[in-house]
C-alpha cells in the first residue's frame, strides 16, 4: 500500500513536478548572478535611510519610491525626461546606472510561477507542490522500509543501479524537498487567501500635522532605519505637504509625518506576514547564494528521481504476476499468500486458484508481503512459501512475520503451509517452517498438515491438492504445468575444462548473447547483469530451470558461467557436453543479495568449487583497486586450479589484495575454513574496519565457513547471524 501511495502520485504528477524541479533549479542561479554581477552599495553599518532617501532625492530628481531587494540591490524609481524610469543606487542615493532586470529570469520566474497562464498557472504549480509533499514523506517512510527500519535508514543501497540511484538521491535530497514542496504549496496558498490572511481591518491613511516640510536627511524616523532592515520606502505626491511618507522594514510598515519627520502610525508584521517572509527566503534563496546553489541541487534530484522510479516501475510491472480473476481480499473465502524470490512459486498459486474458482470458490491471490491486517470474509488461509538460502525469506515474503504479529484473523480461520524447496539443502524449506510454527504460535487452526514440494515437483503438488480438495470438501485436480520466462539465445564461443579424469570434472563456459546488439541490451532492459546474478538454464525434456552464478558483467561483453558436472544431473551433464557453437536457451535472474558492495571496505571473499565464479566476476570489476581477499579451496591444483590465469592477472594488477588458496586431495589435505581459521586475526581486523564478506558454494562448506567465522569473530561479540542482519555477510550457496 505504502509503495502504491508513492507511486500513483509520482506516475500522474511526475512530468509537472520535474519541470517546476528544473525550472526551480535554473531560478536558483539568479541569487549567485545578482550577488556577482551587482553593484556594490556602499553601505556600513552606520548608513541609514534619511542618507539614501536625501540622496537619491537630490542627485536623482522626482523620486517615487526606492526598493531594496532581498540580495542587496537597491532600486529608485522615479520619473524621467521619457517616462518612468528606475536607477540602481547606492547607500549614499547616488545612480550606479539604470536598471535593468533579467529578461531571461523573470520569463522562468513566471514559468515556474504559473506557467506563463496566470492564477490558473498558480493553482497547477500548487497542484505540483503538494504532489512532492506526498512524494516526500511517502519516499522518506517508503526508504526506511526499503532499508530495513529506520535504524539502517543510512546503511548502503542494494539492487540496480536505478535502484541505488533512487535510494541514494533520495536519501540525499529528501530535505531541501520537502522544504521546497512546503514553501512553494504554502506561497500558492497565501497568494489566494487561503491561508495566513490578515485580519486587520481598512482605515484611512494618517496625513502630515502641518504645511512645513522637514528636510529628508533630518526626519527622525528614517535616521533610525538601517539600510539592512529596510524594504521599501514611498515618497509623498510632489508638492502636497498633508502626504506621508510610506515605510516598510523587515518588522512591520508605517506612516511618517513631513512635518515633523516622526512615525504617525506603525503596525508591527503579523506572526504570518513574518512567517511569508521566511518561508520565500526557504523558497527562493534570495539574499543567500549558497542556500540557492543548495536548493538548486535538491531541485536537480527530481528528475533524476522521476527517470529512476519509473524505470523501477515499469520493471517491477514487467514482473508482476497477474492473477485473472482475482477476488477482492475482503470477499474471498480462501485468502492464498506467495513467497517466491523467481516467481516459480507464484505458477503454483495460479494453478491453485484457477482450480479453485473454477469449482465456484472465491480466491484472493497476493504476496506475503501484502498479508492485511484482516480479512472480513476469510475462512481458510494458504501459505505457499519457498525458501532462500539457508533459511531465509524470499523476497515477496521478507515482511510476513513483521505483519502477522498484528493480523487479526476470523475466529474461524484455519491455515495451511504448503513449503517449497530443494532437498539438497541442508535447511529444506527452513522458512516455509517457521512460518508454520509462526501461525501455530498464533493460535490458528490447520486446515491441513504442513507439507513440502520438493524441486517444484508437479506430481507431489498434485497429491497435496487431493488432501487440500478432501480438506474443503471439493474435488480438486491440480495440473501445473511451469511457466518460464521469455528464453534468450546465448552461443558457447569458449570452453575450458578441469579435471576431466575425476567423478566430477568441471568447465568455464563463455557464451554470447544471440541479441547483443539489440536496442533492449544497449539501453539496459533485459539484458542487463552484474557479477553474482543468475542465468536460468532448461535442458531438453525438462520444465524446471537450474541456476547458475554469472562470472561475468554485461560490461564484459560476454556471459561466463562455471558448471560442475554432477553424477546424473541432467542440466549439468547437458551443458558440459556443449560445443563451441552450440546454441542453449536461458534467461537472465537478478541476484541483488549477492552483488558487490559498493564503497571501499574491504571485500572478504569465500567460497570453494565453482563457487569461485562470481568473485572472478567481483574482481574483474574492481578497477579501483578495493582491497579484496580470496580464500578458496578446490580439490587437486594440477587439474581442478579454476580460474587460475584470471586470478594471476588480477594479483598482478591490484584488483586482488591478496588470496590464500587450498586444496583437499593436495599433501596438505586443507579446506578453506582451515584457512579461515588460521588468519582469525587478520579477518577479525578487516571486520573491524568494517569488510564486507561474502561466502558462495556448497551448503556443506558454507556452514563450515559459518563455525569458523563464528570462532574468529566470538572476540568481537560479533556472529555470522549478527553480520547478515547487518548487511554485511551475504550467502549464496548451493
Not at 520565500?280 to 522510479?309: K, M, N, R, S
Not at 470474509?377 to 494458504?382: G, H, K
Request: proline fraction near 4%; charge should be positive.
Amino acid at each position: 500500500m505504502l509503495r502504491k501511495l508513492h507511486a500513483c502520485p509520482a506516475l500522474i504528477a511526475g512530468a509537472l513536478v520535474a519541470f517546476m524541479a528544473l525550472t526551480g533549479a535554473i531560478l536558483s542561479l539568479e541569487p549567485v548572478v545578482n550577488a556577482v554581477t551587482a553593484p556594490q552599495s556602499g553601505a556600513t553599518a552606520t548608513s541609514s535611510l534619511a542618507d539614501l532617501a536625501a540622496g537619491a532625492a537630490a542627485n536623482i530628481g522626482s523620486v517615487q519610491r526606492i526598493v531594496r531587494h532581498a540580495s542587496g540591490e537597491m532600486i529608485a524609481y522615479h520619473m524621467g525626461a521619457n517616462g518612468p524610469a528606475a536607477d540602481v543606487v547606492n547607500a549614499s542615493g547616488q545612480s550606479l546606472g539604470a536598471y535593468q532586470p533579467s529578461a531571461f529570469f523573470q520569463f522562468f520566474t513566471e514559468l515556474h510561477r504559473a506557467f506563463l497562464s496566470g492564477d490558473t498557472g498558480r493553482i497547477f504549480a500548487g497542484s505540483a507542490a503538494a504532489a512532492l509533499i506526498v512524494l516526500s514523506v511517502g519516499g522518506i517512510f517508503l526508504l526506511a522500509q526499503r532499508l530495513g527500519g529506520w535504524k539502517k535508514f543510512f546503511t548502503s543501497a542494494k539492487g540496480t543501479l536505478s535502484q541505488r540511484l533512487h535510494v541514494e538521491l533520495s536519501r540525499v535530497g529528501v530535505i531541501i524537498l520537502t522544504v521546497l514542496s512546503v514553501t512553494g504549496l504554502w506561497m500558492t496558498l497565501s497568494f489566494f487567501g487561503l491561508i495566513g490572511a490578515s485580519d486587520a481591518g481598512f482605515s484611512f491613511p494618517p496625513q502630515s500635522s502641518g504645511t512645513t516640510v522637514m528636510a529628508t536627511a533630518q526626519m527622525p524616523a528614517l535616521q533610525s532605519v538601517s539600510l539592512a532592515d529596510f524594504r521599501e520606502l514611498v515618497f509623498p505626491a510632489a508638492g502636497d505637504p498633508t502626504d506621508v511618507f510610506t515605510l516598510t522594514t523587515a518588522s512591520g510598515s508605517g506612516s511618517i509625518d513631513q512635518t515633523t519627520g516622526t512615525l504617525l502610525s506603525f503596525a508591527a508584521n503579523s506572526p504570518w506576514q513574518s512567517f511569508y517572509q521566511l518561508v520565500y527566503t526557504l523558497h527562493t534563496g534570495q539574499g543567500v547564494w549558497w542556500y540557492a546553489l543548495l536548493l538548486g541541487a535538491g531541485a536537480l534530484t527530481i528528475p533524476v528521481l522521476f527517470v529512476t522510479g519509473l524505470v523501477m516501475w515499469l520493471r517491477r510491472w514487467r514482473n508482476t504476476v497477474r492473477i485473472r480473476g482475482n477476488a477482492r481480499a475482503q470477499d474471498a473465502e480462501t485468502i492464498i499468500l506467495v513467497g517466491s524470490e523467481g516467481n516459480s512459486t507464484w505458477g503454483f498459486a495460479k494453478t491453485l486458484h484457477a482450480e479453485l474458482t473454477s469449482e465456484g470458490a472465491s480466491v484472493h491471490v497476493a504476496a506475503m508481503n501484502d498479508l492485511q491486517r484482516h480479512y472480513r470474509s476469510a475462512r481458510q488461509l494458504i501459505v505457499m512459501s519457498a525458501t532462500y538460502g539457508d533459511g531465509d525469506a524470499p523476497a515477496s515474503a521478507k515482511r510476513f512475520l513483521s505483519k502477522l504479529e498484528r493480523f487479526e484473523a476470523p475466529d474461524n480461520l484455519k491455515t495451511a503451509v504448503l513449503g517449497f524447496g530443494d532437498r539438497s539443502f541442508a535447511d529444506y524449506c527452513g522458512y516455509a517452517t517457521k512460518v508454520e510454527a509462526a501461525l501455530r504460535d498464533k493460535g490458528f487452526r490447520p486446515l491441513l498438515d504442513f507439507a513440502t514440494i520438493n524441486r517444484q515437483s508437479a506430481q507431489s503438488f498434485g497429491e497435496w491438492g487431493d488432501a487440500l480438495g478432501r480438506a474443503l470438501n471439493r474435488k480438486l485436480v491440480l495440473r501445473h504445468e511451469a511457466e518460464l520466462p521469455k528464453l534468450q539465445g546465448f552461443v558457447l564461443e569458449s570452453r575450458r575444462d578441469y579435471g576431466q579424469d575425476y567423478q566430477t570434472p568441471r568447465s568455464i563456459l563463455r557464451f554470447r548473447a544471440t541479441n547483443a546488439k539489440s536496442w533492449r541490451s544497449r539501453f539496459g532492459f533485459g539484458s542487463s547483469y552484474e557479477a553474482g546474478d543468475l542465468v536460468g538454464i532448461v535442458p531438453p525434456g525438462s520444465t524446471i530451470p537450474r541456476y547458475y552464478s554469472l562470472s561475468s558483467s554485461s560490461r564484459d561483453g560476454f556471459l561466463e558461467i562455471c558448471v560442475s558436472k554432477q553424477p546424473g544431473g541432467v542440466c549439468s551433464t547437458y551443458l558440459c557436453d556443449l560445443q563451441p557453437g552450440d546454441e542453449i536457451g536461458g534467461f537472465l535472474k537478478q541476484n541483488l543479495a549477492f552483488r558487490a558492495p559498493r564503497g571501499n571496505k574491504p571485500l572478504i571473499l569465500i567460497g570453494a568449487g565453482t563457487g569461485i565464479a562470481p568473485f572472478v566476476g567481483h574482481l574483474r570489476a574492481n578497477r579501483g583497486h578495493r582491497p579484496a581477499y580470496l580464500y578458496w579451496g578446490g580439490r587437486d591444483p594440477s587439474s581442478d586450479f579454476l580460474f587460475r590465469e584470471e586470478l594471476t592477472g588480477f594479483r598482478r594488477n591490484g584488483r586482488l589484495t591478496g588470496a590464500r588458496i587450498v586444496f583437499s586431495r593436495a599433501v596438505t589435505h586443507r579446506y578453506v575454513q582451515d584457512e579461515v581459521r588460521d588468519d582469525a586475526e587478520f579477518l577479525r581486523e578487516s571486520v573491524a574496519k568494517g569488510a564486507r564478506i561474502l561466502v558462495c558454494g556448497g551448503s556443506s562448506m558454507a556452514r563450515g565457513v559459518a563455525e569458523a567465522l563464528d570462532e574468529v569473530l566470538a572476540p568481537l561479540k560479533l556472529s555470522t547471524s549478527a553480520l547478515k542482519q547487518s548487511g554485511r555477510l551475504m550467502e549464496d550457496v548451493y
